[in-house]
């Protein structure tokens, strides 16, 4: 099996900053896509970035200029530098990765169980 999971949650004040990691471990061969997620309270999940095994990046509009994402392919890790926060940063952020755990097996998206980024004004 494969499992992802999330740390660096926490509470910070407006202004401040975070940094958390998702690795994956488990039954890998190699590692696609990694993104992280985000859900408010009363929201749906939202996409906030996204990064390639190469490296290409891409952003939602709102955290663009103030989160940064990075990844560490020999660690099965990424990563989410979030400076500036705001309050509306706040929800549970999740890691997501596309895994192939064979060389012949397809993709297959596996999920972590989240951690809590609160922001206070």
């Known amino acids: 099996q494969v499992q992802l999971v999330e740390s660096g949650g926490g509470l910070v004040q407006a202004g401040g900053s975070l940094r958390l990691s998702c690795r994956a471990s488990g039954s890998i061969f190699s590692i696609q896509t990694m993104r992280w997620y985000r859900q408010a309270p009363g929201k749906g999940r939202e996409l906030v970035a996204d990064?390639?095994?190469?490296?290409?990046?891409s952003y939602t509009d709102s955290v663009k200029g103030r989160f940064t994402i990075s990844r560490d392919n020999a660690k099965y890790t990424v990563y989410l530098q979030m400076n500036s926060l705001i309050p509306e940063d706040t929800a549970v952020y999740y890691c997501?990765?596309?895994?192939?755990?064979?060389?012949?097996?397809?993709?297959?998206?596996?999920w972590g169980q989240g951690t809590q980024v609160t922001v206070s004004p």
């Open positions: 997501n990765a596309d895994v192939r755990r064979t060389p012949i097996s397809p993709y297959s998206t596996y």
């Open positions: 990064i390639t095994p190469g490296g290409a990046t």
